[in-house]
């Protein structure tokens, strides 16, 4: 997932490429983040999803759920039609389509899962090929927001020491007669040691060729304004676009080596030029292999996909039924389930995660744990959640019938 500020950024580039000013470039800034305001969808959707039945509840997830219908190519084509019809503007509308799409497609390339053909298919997709922090879809996009804050800085005179004078003239007016006699003979030479010393003719000349420096830099942008700009929306698509297809022939030559399909969308970034691919080595394992954009497999590790406390002669057959109940649910974060079943009182347990939750750190989409309680008289059931290592809530069995 790419930080709001890169998305904000993005927005700026595009609006500096397309020559947009004034209300038209607040407005690509805007549309740039517009996808993520589904959260206040989700908001929506957490609401009123529990009186609903299990099907109308899938729709709605569809509709108002994070990373689904704003996330998906129709809703960017549209919010572009919505744009034109407003405003007829050519420039502005390809840059609000951009905006949207250009938002989509890098989270795209990061870590969870999206609907991008929404509503035409359900299915979900991720390139999962390039780190969710990584620097340069990161921090690439701050550069235009720092050169507008230096723009706003310069035009506000707080770049030009020759302002020194002004700035010392409001300084003694601040202080009026009372506030002299606080201040002592003693205190007020020592107050004006510290500001000849700070303000030494040394220490102006060294600013002043630094803010020389910024300001030749600051012309340069404005005087090659749309190449600068688009030079850096080009440095990210190939960016963007190298990683996934270096990982296709990466993936290809793991899974001829390891004698099966891995599949390319379960694979999960896990550092910069890392990422984690996940296959089913045998009716009772995984193997995982840490994978390197650089130097192929590093490690591998094989996890069990059921594990038994105690006796419970029937284990499988409760794993089974907890994973069709979890197949039937939205949004299905674990691609590699792995059971842990145990048996109290009468009541079989079965927790449910996901086979690489060890193995990745900083928040992955799939860090959810499911907790099926069966009471094996009555075959009822009842189901708890816990995201993130947060505490458990009870879920309504509308997400699963």
């Known amino acids: 997932m790419v930080n709001t500020l890169s998305h904000i950024g993005i927005g700026l580039l595009l609006a500096h490429v397309l020559g947009l000013k004034g209300r038209k470039r607040l407005g690509l800034v805007l549309l740039s983040v517009i996808p993520d305001l589904d959260y206040l969808g989700y908001s929506l959707f957490t609401l009123i999803s529990g009186g609903v039945s299990h ?22 084509f549209m919010v572009a039609l919505l744009i034109w019809l407003k ?8 840059g609000g389509f951009l905006a949207v799409f250009l938002h989509i497609f890098l989270d795209y390339t990061t870590s969870a899962k999206m609907r991008p053909f ?7 997709s991720a390139l999962r090929a390039i780190y ?7 921090v690439l996009p701050l550069l235009p927001l720092f050169i507008v804050a230096a723009e706003y ?64 830099f600051h012309s340069f942008v404005n005087r090659n304004e749309g190449k600068f700009y688009a030079s850096f929306i080009i440095v990210l ?8 297809v270096a990982k296709v022939f990466l993936v290809d030559r793991i899974s001829r080596a390891e004698g099966t399909e891995i599949s390319y969308n379960d694979t999960y970034p896990i550092s910069i030029g890392k990422f984690l691919a996940t296959y089913s080595f045998s009716d009772s394992q995984y193997k995982l292999l840490e994978v390197s954009y650089w130097s192929g497999v590093e490690k591998s590790f094989y996890v069990e996909k059921i594990t038994i406390a105690g006796d419970v002669p029937d284990a499988s057959t409760y794993a089974e039924r907890a994973g069709k109940l979890y197949s039937n649910s939205v949004p ?70």
């Not at 700035?167 to 205190?187: A, R």
């Open 55 to 76: 099907e109308a509840r899938t729709q709605l997830f569809f509709l108002l759920g994070h990373r689904e219908f704003t996330h998906s190519v129709f809703f960017a």
């Open 87 to 94: 405003t007829k503007d050519r420039a502005f509308t390809f």
């Open 118 to 124: 929404y509503p035409f298919s359900t299915n979900e």
């Open 132 to 138: 969710p922090f990584d620097p340069v879809i990161n």
């Open 153 to 216: 800085m310069k035009n506000r005179g707080q770049w030009n020491t020759k302002n020194k004078g002004s700035w010392n003239t409001k300084i003694k007016s601040s202080w009026n007669v009372k506030n002299k006699d606080n201040w002592n003979i003693k205190s007020k030479n020592k107050w004006n040691l510290e500001f000849k010393d700070r303000w030494s003719i040394r220490s102006r000349d060294i600013l002043n060729r630094k803010l020389s420096g910024l300001n030749g």
């Open 237 to 244: 698509l190939i960016w963007t676009t190298m990683f996934p």
């Open 332 to 401: 299905q974060a674990i691609d590699y389930p792995v059971y842990s079943v145990s048996e109290k009182n009468g009541y079989v347990t079965v927790i449910l995660s996901d086979a690489r939750n060890p193995y990745v750190k900083n928040w992955p989409y799939f860090d959810t744990v499911y907790r099926f309680v069966f009471d094996r008289e009555s075959g009822e059931y009842e189901v708890y959640e816990s995201h993130y290592g947060r505490a458990e809530k009870k879920l309504n069995k509308n997400y699963f019938e």
